[in-house]
Nanobody, 122 residues
């Protein structure tokens, strides 16, 4: 069992930066693929980024490539999403998720956090 708690969201102006954290409980965090997703009002949840258990493989949605960076610290049971050059269209609730394997951009994850709100003003 893995429990995930996101933090770091907030209100930021366009062009600004935020770093989201995903803190995990349980001793199997270091073996899990971690994904970040987001859902804007009235829209479907969409993939943002993922990292393999070691961090050696990452994948990004085209909309965030070059602006967002996913990373993890297995010693701290925490994953991060550094978001730079934020745009109003990045406004959404951001969720982290965990699963055993799979570097594809689907949302078939076993564990989900409750999300953290990110609002980017223009």
């Amino acid at each position: 069992q893995v429990q995930l708690v996101e933090s770091g969201g907030g209100l930021v102006q366009a062009g600004g930066s935020l770093r989201l954290s995903c803190a995990a409980s349980g001793r199997t965090f270091s073996t899990k693929v971690i994904g970040w997703f987001r859902q804007a009002p009235g829209k479907e949840r969409e993939f943002v980024a993922l990292t393999s258990w070691s961090g050696s493989t990452t994948n990004y949605a085209d909309s965030v490539k070059g602006r967002f960076t996913i990373s993890r610290d297995n010693a701290k049971n925490t994953a991060y999403l550094q978001m730079n050059s934020l745009k109003p269209e990045d406004t959404a609730v951001y969720y982290c998720a965990a699963r055993n394997f799979g570097a594809t951009m689907d949302d078939r994850y076993d564990y989900w956090g409750r999300g953290t709100q990110v609002t980017v003003s223009s």
